[in-house]
């Protein structure tokens, strides 16, 4: 999870999202734009799919039991 929330974070710094900040569209949608919204995806998707495959939390001996 680190390693996705780092990841994630350095493809939204300014210097890398410059780089797709062209007057070109894709559907209709500006680059810059399709870009944003295209790392947000897969980042909510990773997300996804990491916290399904984690085990779930047990608990710890002494809770619950008020």
């Keep these: 999870m680190l390693l996705l929330t780092v ?3 350095l493809l939204m710094l300014p210097p890398l999202v410059y780089v797709f900040d062209h007057p070109i569209s894709h559907f209709g949608i500006p680059q810059i734009v399709f870009y944003l919204f295209a790392v947000w995806l897969l980042l909510v998707i990773g997300t996804g799919l990491l916290a ?8 710890e001996p002494g809770e619950g039991e008020r």
């Excluded at 399904?52 to 608990?59: E, G, R, Y």
């Design 52 to 59: 399904h495959a984690l085990p779930p939390d047990k608990p």
């Design 7 to 9: 990841f994630g974070g």
